[in-house]
């Protein structure tokens, strides 16, 4: 039994990261043979990918994928830790599964992903839930062969949890959800330790992957007919720094945009690193797409700097103003904590200020959520729940606001969507717009997988509807 361990989580050392490829032993490929899996994931697109890699790795052992948790013979969830909400869903979840388990005992049912990287939560599934099979974190996802089956040929719930730094596996399989557009990790882990964040504790350290792998797999996705890759990291704008070699974000960005594919986009960007040559390299491809995830947390100078964000609300406003000001047509959008410890109306105050100034294309809001171990839960929070609950509401309504005010501009124009899934609506295909608005098309289904011009017939908050131009 391996436990994570929130100390050694913290440390960051000088230590080379250390790359390995993927290899699954020969006579494990046929330990899931006739039987199903089914995987739930929580979280950020970090976790989805996880999670396609995941299924890529059962399939491989000859487990096939069944959508209905009630069919499957192995129930994993990939959990995360970010805020409370997340970990009360997965505990839900688990509560179930404890059911299934009494008719059906011979199920397999196991947790990974960040919830698994806490010590608290390992603590709490020892006590109460250990009828589960195992737990396995972050850095051995590679290791899901042999952890399945150690837990399938044993008794007593198997917990196998590094709390490294981490290291880069590569070649790692993958079956992703999509068809035509694809994540592509670049990076993994976190140094910011912004004071309210698990992410540092529960992924590692940032550690960027090699440039040519990275090229590589775009290629390889643009000859498998990939539209778009979308390339994933905690931070990407730090993307680099770490292999102390002469390039950086803004350079891949430029190789990958000149291997041709489509479409290329990135997340998350930290407001920090976020360096002209960046916005240039943007501006200049027009396979790049202009939409830009660019993190406020809060709009006071005080609560950034308890926060460890390393910007004041004026460098922010102007990277901001940057960034519009250099990309044509761009569409921002944003991340808000509302209620982090000793926020004042003031503070407050302030983040709506950002907000009216900014006219964000949309943002996702929350309420602070301590985690424990990270420095601001420490921190003296006496602002009730309530209050905290009145600003988000107005932040919502503001936010809604200038969302809608946004998508208006889009009214009777004419945009390029690449239809990539059938839409809940009858008769229509759904998409992104190259500024990430979601537009439900009518079209028949022979154009999936097509970017089309479409034009837009009718505008709501969250989504649009058009028709083939
Ligand atoms: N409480 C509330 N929101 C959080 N986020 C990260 N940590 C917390 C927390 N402890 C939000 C940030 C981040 C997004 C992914 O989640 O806004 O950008
Ligand atoms: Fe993703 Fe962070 Fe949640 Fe982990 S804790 S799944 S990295 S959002």
Redesign the pocket.
Known sequence: MLKPHLEEARKRTKSLVKIEDFHIRDDLKTLGTGKTYFVKT??????VHDSENIKAILEMMGFSETFDMMDADLILLN????REN?HNKVFGMIGRIKHLKEQKPNIIAGIC??MAQEEVVVNEILDKFSFLNFVFG?HNIHELPEILNRAMHQKNIDIEVYSCEGNIIEKMPAKRDNKYKAWVNIMYGCDKFCTY???PY??GKQRSRRFDDIISEVKALKDDGYKEVTLLG?NVNAYGKDLHLEFDMSDLLEAVAKIGIERVRFVTSHPWDFTDKMIDVIAKYPNIMPYIHLPLQSGSDRILRLMGRRYTKKSYLELFDKIKKNIPNVAITTDIIVGFPSESDDDFEDTLDVVRKCKYDSAFTFIFSPREGTPAAKMKDETPLKVKEERLHRLNELVNEYALEANKKYLNKTVKVLLDEESDKEGCLAGYTETMKLVNVKAPKEMLGKIVDVKITEVKTWSMNGEIA
């Open positions: 929580y979280g950020c697109q970090m976790n959990t995360c830790a970010i997340a992903g960040c972050t964040c698990i992410v529960t992924r905690q």
